[in-house]
């Protein structure tokens, strides 16, 4: 086994050792007996004295030209790419995710410093014509400040890199605190840019448990030194930095939780429908925030849907995260006891399906063709419940686990309602061979981001990404979109009049015009 990573907030360059806020062990979930990293947590002042290192840093950054801060994340990216497989070991080391998609999560981080590369030598304003002669307008976009990013451990490189890289680019000096499960990783991803040439006051990481950072925030938002937060977590996080950032008067970025519904029509492909069902139900275990919630199945074809499914469930590789599995363990023990919490959910006249057990895979309770031993790893069973309505918890619970629910519709417009009922709204999906039902279904759906025969799951460096609802407040991560979070518009006005000409009252006189002029044919 490797060493344990020492890890610290790092302000301004210098290493915050003192544990204020008390020390935390990352533990490997697939063998809890390895130690990933030993972290020094800060107390609140930390934040504080980040954020006022990024104020102070903020002059310098965002005088450097666009292209020049472009090529700066560019060369992360190409640190980040030469460090792939180590990083994404690191990533399945630390929070138990599959090898194959940790290395789709660091190719992710590649393709955002790539795409914004490009955007350093775009970041386009606009000239505007005046309604005054001898006078000219413009628009430019400006950086926010400090931005304070807060991100989770599910995606620990590739979500925090979609705020990262476009507020570093815009112009932004920035304070991020990684989730603590994923501290290691923060810390490998942080060190990447310093290398790549970022200055260690531009980016400053914090290592803090939640408590002690939404205490240290408020304070600093308290003393001015912090102009926008990025939040990726839970709703009910969500909605207290959303409240803390409104008394300030600031509207945060916020990419909060799912219960990402998939549509199968009667006339879909079913087994491309259960592909994508099984790929965005269980991998990465169901802790995707674009995690497959519920599938609504039309009742001709509910039955077969769900033979095929629980067939596919049952034969899906799960283990050790290493060696080519859907899923391996969940990132820590505090969501497999809330797992077991959600599976309470399930009602007696739910049918549980697709499994040889439900809760944890012990040798006790064991699960035919792990991959691997579950003894010292966080697994648990997959799970199907089948007969899930509106009226169910289930239906409006995110369960953040291994745990898919199947209900039934009659109609459209039923599974319209049906996929747009549960108040999130971040990812939906329907399966069909009628491009009619896919545009209607693109047209009524309340999510943020809509997949016709694919699965709830994906992104792409270069596409918006963000939910609404409980699922976030519209707020867009990836592609240009991003760049109304990290930027202002500026706009500007110039007169060469030589005269003082004031809008709406100087105006210029219209030639004149017969408004009563009928055609005579
Ligand atoms: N929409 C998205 O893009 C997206 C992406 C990944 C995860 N998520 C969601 O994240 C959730 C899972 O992550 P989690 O359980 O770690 O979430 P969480 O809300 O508990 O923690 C997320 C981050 O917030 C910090 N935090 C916790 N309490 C805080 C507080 N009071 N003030 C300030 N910061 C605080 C944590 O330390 C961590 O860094 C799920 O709901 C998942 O859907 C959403």
Same mark, same amino acid.
């Given at each position: 086994?490797a060493?344990?990573? *020492?890890?610290?907030?790092?302000i301004a360059?210098?290493?915050?050792?003192?544990a204020?806020?008390g020390?935390?062990?990352s #533990?490997?979930?697939?063998q #809890?007996t390895?130690v990933v990293?030993?972290?020094?947590l800060?107390?609140p002042?930390?934040?504080v004295?980040?954020?006022?290192a %990024?104020?102070?840093?903020f002059p310098?950054?965002?005088a450097?030209?666009?292209? !020049?801060? =472009? &090529?700066?994340?560019?060369?992360w990216g190409?640190l980040v790419e030469s460090?792939?497989?180590a990083?994404?070991r690191?990533?399945?080391r630390e929070i138990?995710?599959?090898? *194959?998609?940790? #290395?789709?999560?660091v190719q992710e981080i590649i +393709?955002t410093c790539? $795409?914004f590369l490009g955007?350093?030598?775009r970041?386009?304003?606009q000239?505007?014509?005046?309604?005054?002669?001898?006078?000219?307008l413009f628009t $430019?976009?400006?950086p926010?400040?400090?931005s304070?990013?807060?991100?989770? *451990?599910? $995606?620990p490189?590739?979500v925090?890199s979609?705020?990262?890289?476009?507020?570093?680019?815009?112009?932004?000096t920035?304070?991020?605190?990684?989730?603590e499960?994923s501290?290691? !990783?923060?810390q490998?991803l942080?060190?990447?840019?310093?290398?790549?040439?970022?200055?260690?006051?531009v980016?400053?990481?914090?290592?803090a448990?939640?408590?002690?950072?939404?205490? =240290?925030?408020s304070?600093a938002?308290?003393?001015g030194?912090?102009?926008k937060?990025?939040?990726?977590?839970?709703?009910?996080?969500? /909605?207290?930095?959303?409240?803390?950032?409104?008394?300030h008067l600031?509207?945060?970025c916020?990419?909060?939780?799912?219960?990402n519904?998939l549509v199968?029509?009667a006339d879909?492909? #079913?087994?491309?429908?259960v592909?994508g069902?099984?790929?965005?139900g269980?991998g990465?275990?169901? &802790?995707?925030?674009?995690s497959l919630g519920?599938v $609504?199945?039309?009742?001709?074809?509910?039955?077969e849907?769900?033979?095929r499914?629980? %067939?596919?469930v049952? &034969?899906?590789a799960i283990?050790?995260?290493?060696?080519?599995?859907l899923?391996?363990?969940?990132?820590?023990t505090r969501?497999?006891?809330?797992?077991?919490?959600?599976?309470e959910?399930?009602?007696?006249?739910h049918?549980v399906h697709g499994?040889?057990?439900?809760g944890r895979i012990?040798?006790?309770n064991?699960r035919?063709?792990?991959?691997?031993s579950?003894e010292?790893?966080i697994?648990?069973?997959?799970?199907?419940?089948d007969?899930?309505?509106a009226? +169910?918890a289930l239906y409006r619970t995110?369960?953040f686990?291994?745990?898919v629910?199947?209900?039934?519709?009659?109609?459209f417009?039923e599974a319209?309602e049906?996929?747009?009922?549960?108040?999130?709204?971040?990812?939906a999906?329907?399966?069909?061979t009628?491009a009619?039902n896919?545009?209607?279904?693109r047209q009524?759906?309340r999510?943020?981001?809509?997949?016709? @025969?694919?699965?709830?799951s994906?992104?792409?460096?270069h596409l918006?990404?963000g939910?609404n609802?409980l699922?976030? @407040?519209?707020s867009?991560q990836s592609?240009?979109?991003?760049?109304?979070q990290?930027? /202002?518009?500026?706009?500007?006005n110039w +007169?060469? %009049?030589?005269k003082?000409?004031k809008?709406?009252? +100087?105006? !210029?006189?219209l030639?004149?015009?017969?408004?009563?002029y009928?055609?005579d044919v």
């Amino acid at each position: 086994m490797a060493e344990p990573l *020492a890890c610290a907030s790092v302000i301004a360059g210098s290493t915050d050792t003192g544990a204020a806020g008390g020390e935390l062990t990352s #533990l490997n979930p697939a063998q #809890l007996t390895d130690v990933v990293a030993r972290v020094a947590l800060s107390g609140p002042p930390a934040m504080v004295e980040a954020a006022r290192a %990024a104020r102070e840093a903020f002059p310098a950054w965002a005088a450097t030209p666009a292209p !020049v801060r =472009g &090529q700066v994340v560019q060369r992360w990216g190409r640190l980040v790419e030469s460090n792939k497989e180590a990083l994404a070991r690191l990533i399945t080391r630390e929070i138990g995710k599959p090898y *194959a998609e940790s #290395l789709g999560e660091v190719q992710e981080i590649i +393709d955002t410093c790539d $795409f914004f590369l490009g955007e350093g030598r775009r970041l386009y304003g606009q000239t505007v014509p005046s309604e005054m002669p001898d006078k000219q307008l413009f628009t $430019f976009r400006v950086p926010v400040g400090v931005s304070v990013i807060i991100t989770a *451990a599910n $995606f620990p490189a590739a979500v925090p890199s979609w705020y990262l890289v476009p507020a570093l680019l815009c112009g932004n000096t920035v304070v991020w605190k990684p989730a603590e499960l994923s501290a290691a !990783v923060g810390q490998a991803l942080a060190e990447l840019a310093w290398h790549a040439g970022v200055p260690a006051s531009v980016l400053n990481l914090v290592q803090a448990n939640g408590e002690a950072t939404f205490t =240290g925030l408020s304070q600093a938002l308290e003393q001015g030194l912090v102009d926008k937060v990025g939040f990726t977590g839970s709703t009910e996080v969500g /909605r207290a930095i959303s409240e803390l950032c409104g008394r300030h008067l600031q509207s945060p970025c916020l990419e909060l939780g799912g219960k990402n519904p998939l549509v199968v029509m009667a006339d879909a492909k #079913l087994d491309l429908a259960v592909e994508g069902a099984l790929f965005s139900g269980f991998g990465s275990a169901g &802790q995707r925030c674009t995690s497959l919630g519920t599938v $609504f199945v039309q009742r001709e074809v509910h039955e077969e849907f769900l033979r095929r499914f629980t %067939a596919a469930v049952e &034969q899906a590789a799960i283990g050790e995260p290493m060696r080519e599995v859907l899923y391996g363990p969940l990132i820590d023990t505090r969501y497999a006891e809330r797992f077991e919490q959600y599976l309470e959910l399930v009602q007696p006249h739910h049918t549980v399906h697709g499994s040889t057990g439900t809760g944890r895979i012990t040798d006790a309770n064991p699960r035919k063709g792990f991959v691997g031993s579950p003894e010292q790893g966080i697994y648990v069973h997959p799970t199907i419940v089948d007969g899930v309505t509106a009226q +169910d918890a289930l239906y409006r619970t995110e369960t953040f686990g291994p745990l898919v629910g199947v209900g039934g519709f009659d109609t459209f417009d039923e599974a319209v309602e049906l996929a747009n009922g549960h108040g999130y709204g971040l990812s939906a999906a329907i399966y069909t061979t009628d491009a009619a039902n896919a545009f209607r279904f693109r047209q009524r759906c309340r999510a943020g981001m809509v997949s016709v @025969n694919n699965s709830t799951s994906g992104a792409e460096a270069h596409l918006p990404f963000g939910g609404n609802g409980l699922s976030g @407040n519209g707020s867009r991560q990836s592609g240009i979109w991003v760049l109304d979070q990290f930027t /202002r518009w500026q706009s500007m006005n110039w +007169d060469y %009049a030589g005269k003082l000409q004031k809008a709406q009252m +100087d105006l !210029v006189a219209l030639p004149e015009a017969d408004l009563d002029y009928r055609l005579d044919v």
